[in-house]
């Protein structure tokens, strides 16, 4: 997933575009949990918490894979398909 300030995982190629979205970094709770599906749970949590914790007034851009969204959002997106969404904090 990218994230204006930081990108994940095996398979994303860090390179410079045309766009200036900030600094790169790998995160890896964004990675692919397709071969480990035990991994679900637990990178889900991990990135709900990381999102929570964001203080962007612009938002963050994630570049990630299927298995990870489908787990976040229960969007099954294709390939190349772009998601966005509206994080809501849990009730208390």
């Known amino acids: ?8 995982g ?5 390179r410079q575009g045309s766009l200036t979205l900030g ?4 995160i890896q709770f964004l990675n692919s949990f397709f071969d480990t599906p035990e991994r679900e749970g ?11 914790h964001q203080a962007s007034s612009s938002g963050l851009i994630l570049v990630t894979h299927q298995v990870n969204i489908t ?3 229960g969007v099954v ?14 009730s208390r």
């Open 23 to 26: 600094v790169v970094e790998e």
């Open 10 to 14: 095996a398979g994303v190629k860090k």
């Open 1 to 8: 997933m990218l994230v204006l300030k930081a990108v994940s």
């Open 42 to 52: 637990p990178q889900t949590t991990a990135l709900r918490k990381w999102l929570f």
């Open 71 to 73: 787990a976040l959002t």
């Open 77 to 90: 997106p294709s390939s190349g398909e772009l998601v966005v969404i509206r994080l809501k904090k849990p």
